[in-house]
């Protein structure tokens, strides 16, 4: 190899290993390069992926309305006692196999947040719990910071909080059509009168069904 070939390769290669270097930074930087980005969207707005059943706006929207509504109602409004409201099962008898006691949930926290002077929320969910902890008072095994020696009495309902879903479906060549009744009431636990009730319908269609989970 003569002296000018032995000085071509020398240049070339120079040359062509800041290109190789920059190359393997490159790659090395790469996040995810075939993955779809995630996009944060607020649970009141309809994202682009939807469908014709139940959705988290649709959450959003129903409770936040049954809660102003509950609140305003003379039986809590001018009561001179917050009274006590006990927490139903919601029945669904839409087609949409949802977790149909976020509804209650939503409008117990929107109360408890909003007009927690004004009503209060017995939690029957902690009943087990609340029993042996009550025994375990009344055994002398542990003892109350509060009254430690008055008894141990659980509070008892004055209303009971409960919604139903109903749902309407339509499905043709053309696309699929959904029609959702959601009405929730409240019930007086000594007389069994409806002291409340409210509801939000809503109507959808589109060109293709979702699968919902």
């Not at 087990?128 to 008072?137: D, G, N, S, V």
């Not at 909080?161 to 043709?172: D, F, I, P, S």
């Amino acid at each position: 190899m003569n002296p000018s070939t032995s000085r071509f390769f020398l240049l070339a290669g120079a040359a062509l290993a800041p290109v190789l270097f920059t190359g393997c930074e490159t790659t090395q930087g790469v996040r995810n390069p075939s993955g779809v980005p995630v996009t944060e969207m607020r649970p009141d707005e309809r994202g682009f992926v939807a469908g014709t059943g139940i959705e988290s706006q649709d959450l959003v929207t129903v409770t936040d309305k049954m809660a102003r509504s509950i609140v305003g109602i003379p039986q809590i409004a001018r009561a001179q006692t917050p009274p006590s409201i006990v927490l139903e099962p919601v029945v669904n008898n839409t087609r949409f196999p949802i977790n149909k006691d976020m509804f209650l949930t939503r409008i117990r926290v929107g109360l408890n947040r909003a007009a927690i002077d004004r009503v209060s929320f017995l939690d029957r969910e902690m009943m087990k719990t609340l029993e042996r902890e009550r025994a375990l008072k009344q055994s002398g095994q542990v003892t109350a910071s509060a009254n430690p020696n008055g008894p141990s009495e659980f509070g008892g309902a004055d209303y009971f909080l409960t919604g139903k879903l109903e749902g309407l479906a339509t499905r043709t060549s053309q696309g699929t059509g959904d029609y959702i009744l959601y009405t929730f009431r409240l019930t007086d636990a000594r007389t069994s009168r409806i002291v409340w009730e409210d509801s939000y319908e809503i109507k959808k269609q589109g060109l293709e069904d979702a699968a919902y989970r």
